[in-house]
């Protein structure tokens, strides 16, 4: 009778954690970072239920109080349809309270058939907000679109140009 008591106590708790859905959630070893502590390999991760929101790594990551810093990280923004949206950059900082990624040096965007690049982008966590902040281009096949201050929503899943579009076709 013990055993079988265990044993339905154990499926019992598999059970409950197999079927319960997560809140929105990050499994983050980078926020649980020392001040001054350094990790190869980071990485963070958020999840709405089961769904992936977003995942950040980097090379290393190096915590300095209230601000991550990152070496060669990459941001997988995962649209609401479901397509991955990747998101290199040379170096970041991830501040935690604000929970807002800053991309820096050269960052590029790969979606679908569209490149987008810029010195730096801003992830913001609470928004889903992907923010090219200052000057960007956007090229596929023989089209250049620049301008400034670009977002990007993640949950729409569509984009908008704040200021001074221009827009080349080469034939």
Request: hydrophobic share 40%; no cysteine; glycine share 8%.
């Amino acid at each position: 009778m013990f055993v079988s008591l265990s044993v339905g106590s154990v499926l019992y708790t598999g059970f409950l954690m197999l079927t319960s859905k997560q809140d929105i959630k990050q499994i983050v070893d980078v926020a649980m970072l020392q001040t001054g502590t350094k990790v190869t390999n980071a990485d963070m991760t958020e999840y709405d239920g089961d769904q992936l929101v977003w995942r950040l790594k980097a090379d290393t990551a190096q915590d300095k109080g209230g601000e991550v810093e990152l070496e060669s990280p990459l941001l997988t923004m995962v649209l609401s349809n479901g397509e991955a949206m990747p998101i290199q950059a040379q170096q970041g900082k991830y501040y935690k309270t604000k929970q807002v990624v800053h991309l820096l040096g050269h960052v590029v965007v790969d979606y679908q058939s569209w490149k987008l690049s810029s010195a730096q982008m801003n992830y913001v966590q609470k928004t889903g907000e992907l923010i090219v902040p200052h000057d960007f281009v956007l090229t596929q096949n023989g089209i250049t679109v620049t301008g400034k201050d670009l977002h990007v929503f993640r949950e729409a899943g569509k984009l908008q140009v704040m200021q001074g579009v221009h827009m080349r076709i080469e034939e």
